[in-house]
C-alpha cells in the first residue's frame, strides 16, 4: 500500500485518516512531525527524527494528572472543594471535577470525556482512542524506518506497548468495560464492521495486562532510564511493573472484582459485559496475583537504587528534625526527580502559576495570596479547598485517628486554643487558632495550610522567623481579597515546593517539578493492601506500611494502636488492617490525585462523597466569629457515578455500544 491510512470510529463517525494529529496537547516536546505543515503517515517514518516525533505524538496523550482543571479526582473526590461562581464569586475554580462532584455528570456532553475527547479552560483531555490508535500506527510503521538500529526500534516499541496499555486502562478505570483496540480497521472496513461491541471487563483486565507483559520481555527496554539528560520521563521497566501491580490491584478491588451491581448490562449478543460471576476463590487469586507484582516491582526498583525520599539538607541555615521530616514529606511529591519517584509525567510541570505550555497552575492554587504581604500576585489563590471532613481524616501526633485516640480531646476540636512555645514550628507561638490544628502528625503540617500555621519557603527559611499564613478576614492571607481566597480555611501546602518564593508585588520564581504519577511510598501501601486480601500474615503486610510512617515521624502500627487507639485489636484482624492500610493510603497520598480512584475503587465513593463539605466561617475577622463550622456545599454522589456515560451521540451512530448504569 503506497499510503498507510486507518479507520478511526470516532464521535460515530467513521473518519479516513491520511494525515497525522497534530500534536496539540501538553507535552514536553511540542514538535511537528514533518516539515510545512504536511504530516503523513508517509513522511513520519521516512528517518529517524520523524519517527522519533511521531513517538512524543504516543506520550502527548497522557493526561494532565496535575492539572486541577483536567484531572477530574482533585475536584471530585474529598481532598478538594472547588467551588463555581453559581457558589462563590469569591473563590470560583471550577473544573471538570467539580461539576461531577455537583452531580452534573450526563452522557449529552460527559464531563472528562475521555472517550471522545473534552476541552476544558486552558487543559484539554484527547480522545485516548485517538491516543491508542496512533500508537497502533507507530507500532504497526516504526520497523520502516532505514536510519535506526534496531534495537533501538525495540525499546521504542517497549515504550509505546506499555502507552498503549495505560490509555486503555485509563479508560477501564472511567468507563468499565470498553471496547479494545488492538489494531486500527483496515482501509475498506464496512459499515458492519466499525460497530464495535465493549468487551467485558475480564476481558479489558487481561488485554491490558498482556500488553504489560510485551513490555516487559522486550529485551531492549531498559529496567530504568540510563540516559537521565536526555529520556527523564520516558517509560522503563521499572515503571511497567509498578504500575502494573496498580492494574491488578485496581482489578482485584470491589468494584471490579465480582461487582454484582452491574450484572444488568447486557448488549445485543445477551453478554454481562462486567463480568459480575466470580468465585471467592477466584477474587482472592486476583489479590494473589496483585501482591505477587507489587513485591517483584519493589525488590527491582529496590536494587535500581529507589527508596523512600528524605530531606537531605543544603540549606544556610540549620533546621530542625521536626521540619525536616515535614521537608521530607512534601519533597517527596515536589522535589523534582528525587529517588522516590517511579514515573513521573513530563506531560504536566507542576509547580507555577500558569496552565500554558503544560505548566499546572495546582500549585499556585493552593498558595494563599497575601501569605507573603506584600504580595499582590492574582495568580496565588488558595482556591483549591480542603475541606473540614478531610482535615480531620490525618491522625494525632500519636499516629492514630482522631476518632479512636484515647488521649485526644475530641470535644474541643473547635475550641479555641493559643500556641504555645512547644508549637512554634507548626503554629505561631502565641497564635489563637481552632483545637483540631494542635497535636497533629507531621502530614498534617506538612501537607496542610490553615490560619495560624507555618509556612516553611518562599525565602523564609529560618525557624526564628517563620511565615505565618493569617487567614481570618482582615489577615494578610484573608478573605478580604476579593476572587482569590479560600472557602474552607485549609489548603494543600504538600504540592509547594518551599523554594518557590514570592516578593513585593506580583513577582514570583516558581519551582517546577513533574508530576509523579507513581511513588515508591504508593507502591509499597499497593503491596501492603494485596497482601492483606490475600491472606498474608499480620507482620508482613504491616512491614510496609510502618516503613512509609517512619518516614512521616509516627511509630510502627501495633505500638500505636495498643498504646492510644480505643481499638487496640484492629491491627489484629484482616479487616482492621484494611481499614488501617486505607487510612494510610488516604493520608499519604493526599492531594496527589489518587484518592477520588481509590474510593471508587474500594466501594466507598458512596459513603464519603456524598458527605457535606464544611469549613470555618473565613469572613469573619475574630477567632470567635472564624472558627464556627458552617456548611458550604452538600455534593452528589450516585451509584451511576461510579462509571462515567457513554456520549449519547456515540450510541445513536453504534447501537452495539451498551450505555452504563443510570444514563
Known sequence: MDRFRFLLHRRGTLLLFISLVTITGSCRKYLDIVPDGIATIDNAFTTRISAEKYLFTCYSYMPQQGSASSNPSFSAGEEFFTATSEISTDGALGGVGANIQYGNQNANSPYADAWIGYTNLNAPGRSLYQGISDCNIFLENIDRVPDMMEDEKEKWKGEVTFLKAYYHFWLVRNYGPIYIMDQNLPVGASIAETKVYRNTLDECFEYIESLFDEALANEYLPEYTMNEAEELGRINKGIVLAFKAYVQVTAASPLFNGNTDYASIVDNRGIAIFSPNKTDEEKRARWVKAAATSKEAIDMLEIQGRSLYTFEGG????????????????????????????????????????????????????????????????????????????????????????????????????????????????????????????????????????????????????????????????????????????????????????????????????????????????????????????????????????????RAGLEEIERSWSLYSSRPDKPNTLEGRREIIQRERTIELAFEGKGYWDLRRWKMAYEELNKPITGWYVYGSTEEEYYVPVNLYQPLFTMKDYFWPIAVNELQKNENLVQNFGY
Request: charged share 20%; aromatic share 12%; with cysteine.
Open 315 to 550: 540549606l544556610t541555615l540549620p533546621i530542625s528534625d521536626i521540619t525536616k521530616t515535614k521537608l521530607s514529606i512534601s519533597g517527596a511529591v515536589n522535589e523534582n526527580w528525587n529517588r522516590e519517584v517511579i514515573w513521573p509525567n513530563t506531560n504536566c510541570w507542576v509547580g507555577g502559576t500558569s496552565s500554558s505550555n503544560g505548566q499546572s497552575a495546582i500549585a499556585g492554587h493552593n498558595w494563599p495570596r497575601g501569605l507573603v504581604s506584600t504580595s499582590t500576585n492574582t495568580n496565588f489563590t488558595a482556591r483549591l479547598n480542603v475541606p473540614l471532613k478531610f482535615v480531620q481524616k490525618f491522625y494525632t501526633k500519636n499516629g492514630v485517628p482522631i476518632e479512636e485516640d484515647i488521649t485526644y480531646n475530641r470535644n474541643g476540636m473547635y475550641d479555641l486554643r493559643t500556641a504555645a512555645a512547644d508549637h512554634r514550628l507548626n503554629i505561631r507561638e502565641g497564635y489563637t487558632t481552632a483545637g483540631l490544628n494542635f497535636d497533629r502528625e507531621p502530614r498534617f503540617y506538612a501537607d496542610l495550610v490553615f490560619d495560624g500555621g507555618i509556612w516553611f519557603g518562599s525565602g523564609f527559611l529560618d525557624e526564628s522567623n517563620p511565615l505565618v499564613a493569617e487567614m481570618r478576614y482582615t489577615g494578610s492571607a484573608g478573605s478580604f481579597r476579593a476572587n482569590s481566597h479560600n472557602l474552607t480555611g485549609y489548603s494543600g501546602k504538600k504540592l509547594n515546593n518551599y523554594q518557590t518564593t514570592v516578593s513585593t508585588g506580583s513577582s514570583a520564581t516558581a519551582v517546577y517539578y513533574a508530576w509523579p504519577v507513581m511513588r515508591l511510598a504508593d507502591l509499597y501501601l499497593l503491596y501492603a493492601e494485596a497482601l492483606n486480601e490475600a491472606g498474608g500474615s499480620k507482620e508482613e503486610v504491616l512491614e510496609y506500611v510502618d516503613l512509609v510512617r517512619e
